[in-house]
């Protein structure tokens, strides 16, 4: 044992906390090396001087005080969790979950926690209801024929645009594949780099 | 039987079965140790009484969570311990918002002016001991508390606190090397403010 060791020991040998063996170790160290005896000395004499102090005495009337709050103090008369404790038939840990329940503070604040649930609930179906679209009117289907017929009198591009927005529904756009060759070469001229192929996208027309 | 041969354990099972009245035992046990403690920690006499009062109350309130295998005494000083670190810690704050305010500038930081008359044959080098006991970072402070003027063991203090043995051992033997170094520091200065005065 070295003197850093010792030093770092000599704390613990002091408030007789080492073992038998580590301070048999210590006190051999301590008949060999001056340094460490002085500084064994001075904590000897630092515990002397810490141990003169004055032990402060509780006042006369000390217990009397705490007796007369714990008598005098006011029963709990509402409870929002009544007592649904049987304390004895629940683990420790679970009867302190309960009686953490049951204290005041946290009835207090298990009612607000409820009041802002329901306030975020009830917000949240309000939303919903209002969010609610209306009924879809089924709309009178322009067939392929009528739009073509109609697109003849208004001209190419409103013909592509009011079929784009029909073509929508999938039977539709199959009509329309079926039909682009016969449309494009036929009855829709191409006109300034656009035509129906162009504005159908997606891989189903390719299929 | 007499009362004060009750063991603990007994004292306890007989207050909760409602006999009130036996806590007070439990109170004339423990009460100059737990303010031994508390005044230590704070250094104001009259807030220890108080703090004191509040800890046994705590302790009634808490005396169903108790396990009858377990020590007692450490059962009630943590609470001791947590109540007084929780009133240190409200003092900091008080004291911080009350310079931000510009009330008090002239308070010592995290500590109030005592109210208790000042013993004047207190001497000299016990003050600059509780002078020095206080500047101690709190977990040595309270370790130190705990084993020299309470007299538990390393044990015993783990269980107060839930530090590990090591760290105890470490926290009392810093605190005491801080001690020694100060207080021998403190007491050449006021040994070279003496010489100069009978100079």
Redesign the interface.
Known sequence: MNCENVC?R???YQ?K?LSLLQSQDLERHLESCAACQVELK??NE??S?????A?????PD??S???A???TRPEKKYRLLPSLVP?SKFS?IF??KI?YLRDLYCEAMLAYTLACLMIFISGFLLEISLNVQPAIVPQPTTTFSAVLAESRDLGLLAVQDSTMELFSNLKQISLVKKQDNLLSKLLIPPLQGTSLRSRVSGDDYEK | MDNELLSDDEVITSVLKGR??D??IL??RY??KI??FI?RMTDD?DE??SI??DV??KI?QNL??Y?KQNNFSAFIFKIAKNMTLNWLHRQKRTVFFSRLLGQEFNQVPFRQAPTHAIDPEKSE??EI??RN?RSLPEEQRIALIL???LEF??KQIREISGWSIPKI?TL??RA??R??KN??LQDKNSGFVLKARIK
């Open positions: 770092l000599l704390s613990a408030d906390e001075a904590l630092l515990l001087r810490l141990g003169r102090l032990t402060p005495a509780p006042a000390f217990s005080r705490i007796m709050g714990l008598l304390y420790t009867k302190k009686c | 009130t009245l806590f007070e109170i004339h009460s100059s303010i031994n005044t006499r220890a009484q004191a009062q046994f109350l009634y169903p969570y396990k080098r016990d001991i509780i006991l084993k020299i003027y063991s390393y051992e009392i033997s005491k090397s001690l020694k207080i021998n």
